[in-house]
């Protein structure tokens, strides 16, 4: 099975961190993944964005045309990308930030305020980590334990950030079930 | 063996420290920029060198002085560097110096675009420089061969004291993928060059000379000829491909590189629907793989699509020459950065059938 997600925000959100840390948990769990960001002219303030796929059997192209799941970050990353989501797709929307609701009865959405959560755990610096657990919450493309495992390799010797991120890892958890 | 989730650029990077690279010279540009930026930390902590020149011409020719020692080394560009390098690429044939090239392809002509294209087709298989010579090119498919085939390359190019070239694109210079990277080598281990290397005395104390130069008609003559026997053994010995469900197809779809991943996920679709088709992948594009497309039984194919990230078509034209008018063709092409995708090429199938 096939799981494809295109993650979009500002640079400077973690947009490509998340990406990143998708593909180091499903290469460790022994999946295929291939993680394909815009590059080249990118800044801090500008749009990012990156799709991973993860997959049991090697993969095709990494950058599809139809997704399985988009997390928007921003208001201009939703009104870019929301109208990829496939049928029966679905749509993780940052609502701190992104005030449009998907209007798409055949496509699911998942509203999550990722940076009011993180604020309220202390740094704005985990939403995309609250965003990360409402990934794995939802498309089940990898265990909890996976997710976890990657916040802590990714940390190294931060572990005083690691309590943070663990909680910001279940509010996202929490917040798609 | 291990297995790691890397960028392309760094993967062909750590591929060519492993491989037994220790010189790299090359000059910034996108989609490659990782391959000098991860050398130019790596290549010291293993005894070797890394240079920015101050421009791509600079660079070949600083590989062309180190490799001719007989030390194995590498430059990586985009398109319109190799424009420049072309000179001491045809240096690098005519001197008979072994060294591997890295073109991650761009969009178009000129500057072209940074996306993922197919654009340099063409200018890698079949005109890398003028006078007449051919350089070995591999074209991967995924990051996985970015690094063997690079890996590889060097032994090639070592082989037949041949530049090598590995035509990549965007796609696979800047997506992550995970891989089994190969091992270290151990230069001890590597074939040895002391017949021809630069930095060493003939037998009769005399020394040596690598010239591109040939004073006379009759002696460069003989020379191509040598060169030309060369490229024949490479036809007969080197071709490579990859099939996939052509056993009882009775549609054939090819391509290389990134449209090929593409188009092996579109022959899956439609074999899921019933539809006979298969793949043809050439992983050599020089020498191309005739062969694949001689050993088909054309009573049993309707049709073929050839499909490729360039506009105008190139790699169409090896396939024109090999399948020789034994079937139709049909093109499927995308240009630009303009990512081909899987629906275009079933689509483009199903609408022939």
């Avoid at chain 2, 002509?109 to 005109?127: K, L, M, N, R």
Wanted: proline residues 5%.
């Amino acid at each position: 099975m096939e799981k494809s997600v295109l993650i979009a925000g500002f640079g400077g959100q973690g947009v490509m961190s998340i990406g990143k840390m998708l593909g180091y948990a499903a290469s460790d769990a022994g999946k295929y993944a291939s993680f394909y960001p815009s590059y080249g002219a990118e800044q801090r303030g500008g749009t990012a964005n990156c799709t991973v796929i993860i997959s049991d059997e090697e993969i095709g192209s990494p950058a599809v045309s139809k997704l399985d799941m988009l997390i928007a970050m921003n208001q201009p990353s939703f009104d870019k990308f929301a109208k990829k989501v496939k049928k029966g797709g679905s749509i993780i929307v940052n609502s701190s930030l992104v005030t449009s609701k998907v209007e798409d009865p055949d496509i699911e959405a998942v509203y999550v305020d990722a940076n009011d959560i993180a604020n309220d755990l202390g740094s704005p610096k985990v939403a995309n980590i609250v965003i990360l657990g409402a990934y794995i919450g939802l498309s089940g493309a990898l265990s909890e334990e996976d997710g976890k495992a990657i916040i802590k390799k990714m940390l190294g010797g931060k572990a005083d950030l690691l309590e943070m991120n663990y909680q910001a890892f279940d509010k996202g958890i929490q917040a798609v079930k | 063996m291990s297995k790691e989730f890397i960028k392309g650029n760094e993967a062909i990077a750590e591929a060519a420290v492993r491989a037994g690279c220790r010189f790299f010279a090359g000059y910034p540009i996108t989609p490659q920029n990782e391959v000098p930026e991860y050398l130019s930390a790596r290549l010291p902590e293993v005894g070797g060198h890394f240079i920015q020149g101050e421009s791509e011409i600079a660079s070949v020719y600083m590989v062309f002085g180190v490799a001719a020692t007989g030390i194995r080394s590498m430059t990586s560009s985009s398109g319109p560097g190799f424009a420049l390098k072309a000179e001491g690429i045809s240096f690098l044939a005519g001197g008979q110096i072994p060294a591997v090239l890295v073109n991650v392809s761009r969009g178009g002509p000129a500057i072209g675009t940074i996306e993922p294209a197919q654009q340099d087709y063409f200018s890698a298989v079949h005109a890398p420089a003028p006078g007449g010579f051919r350089c070995f090119v591999l074209a991967p498919q995924n990051v996985q061969e970015a690094a063997d085939f690079v890996y590889e390359a060097f032994d090639i190019a070592d082989k037949y004291r041949t530049p090598v070239y590995v035509l990549a694109d965007g796609m696979i210079g800047n997506m992550m993928e995970v891989v089994e990277l190969p091992k270290m080598r151990d230069l001890a281990d590597l074939p040895s060059n002391d017949s021809w290397r630069f930095n060493k005395y003939n037998d009769d104390g005399t020394a040596r000379i690598l010239s591109t130069y040939m004073p006379m008609g009759e002696l460069m003559q003989n020379k191509n000829k040598e060169m030309a026997a060369m490229y024949e053994t490479w036809e007969k010995e080197e071709q490579r491909w990859e099939e996939y469900m052509i056993d009882d197809a009775e549609y054939i779809v090819t391509a290389y590189g990134s449209s090929a991943r593409i188009a092996k996920s579109a022959v899956k679709e439609l074999r899921a629907e019933g539809i006979k088709v298969g793949l043809i992948r050439a992983i050599t594009l020089y020498p191309f793989p005739k062969d694949a497309f001689d050993k088909l039984d054309y009573t049993k194919v309707k049709k073929m699509f050839c499909a490729e990230m360039s506009i105008p078509g190139q790699y169409i034209y090896d396939v024109q020459n090999a399948v020789l008018g034994r079937s139709e063709i049909i093109p499927i092409q995308t240009s630009g950065g303009v990512i081909m995708e899987t629906d275009m090429v079933v689509a483009a199938v199903k609408e022939n059938l």
